[in-house]
C-alpha cells in the first residue's frame, strides 16, 4: 500500500490564481504535522506535489487542470545550440555547493531580485522571514547552489536531493547581467549534477501554457508531463 494514503491531505479555499489573472485556485497539501521520509517525498514528486517552505502541495482546481507537473530525464537530454550558447557564455563562473544561505550576502541578492523580478508578485515586498520561511528552509532534502565570478555572487538555487534526482524549487539572481541568462543556467548546471551523480530526474514544478513565465519549462527536452495520472514523454 502507498505511504501517501496513509497521510492527511487539507484543501485550502479558493483564492485567487497566482499565475492565470482570471482563475480562481485550489490547493491540495500534506497534513503539516506528518513526517515526510525519503520514501515518501520520492512517491509524492511521483504523483505531482511540489515543496514549498515546509509544505508538501499540488494544485487542484475544480474547473482547470492547467498546471501540469514536469520532470527531465537527464540521461537523454540534448542540449540544443541555445544550450551549448549558454554554457559557453557562463564558463567563468564558479559553481559550488553551500550548506546555508542564510547570510546577509544571500538576502541582499535575494532582495534585489524579487524588486526588479516580481515586483507585482506573492513574494513582493520581500522581507527576511518570508526569505528564510521559503528559501532557507531545506531540511533533509534541501541542496543550496551558488554561481559567483570570481568573487561576487550571481546566483543562487535551491533544490531537494530525491530518490532518482533532484527537484528544483527556486532560484534568483542578479537581474542585471541579463545575457548570462542565469536562471536556465542553473538549470543546465542542476541537469549536469545529475547526471554525474547517477540520477534520473530533474523535476522541475509546474509547467502552464498559457502564462509566459512558466514557457521556459517546456525548453528542456525530452521532457515529461504528468498528465492524467501518468508520465508522458514529449520530445
Known sequence: MSVIKNLKVFMTPPHACSYLEDREAT???????????????AELNEIGFRRSGEHFYTPHCKSCRDCIATRVPVKHFELSRKHRR????NSDLQVMQVSSIDTDEHYALYEKYIEHRHDEGDMYPPCR???????????????????????????????????????????????????????????????????????????????IRS????????DYRPIELYIEGRWQLLR
Open 27 to 41: 490547493t491540495l497539501f500534506i497534513d503539516p504535522q506528518a513526517r515526510i521520509d525519503a520514501n515518501t517525498y
Open 129 to 207: 522571514e518570508q526569505y528564510r520561511g521559503f528559501i532557507c528552509k531545506g531540511g533533509e532534502f534541501g541542496i543550496f547552489t551558488e554561481f559567483r565570478l570570481g568573487t561576487e555572487l550571481l546566483a543562487v538555487s535551491i533544490a531537494d536531493q530525491v530518490r532518482g534526482g533532484r527537484s528544483a524549487i527556486y532560484t534568483f539572481f542578479d537581474p542585471e547581467p541579463g545575457r548570462r541568462s542565469l536562471g536556465s543556467y542553473a538549470i543546465l548546471a542542476a541537469i549536469q549534477a545529475i547526471r554525474e551523480s547517477g540520477g534520473e530526474y530533474l523535476y522541475l514544478g509546474y509547467w
Open 86 to 89: 549558454l554554457l559557453n557564455r
Open 211 to 218: 502564462c509566459r513565465k512558466m514557457s521556459y519549462k517546456i
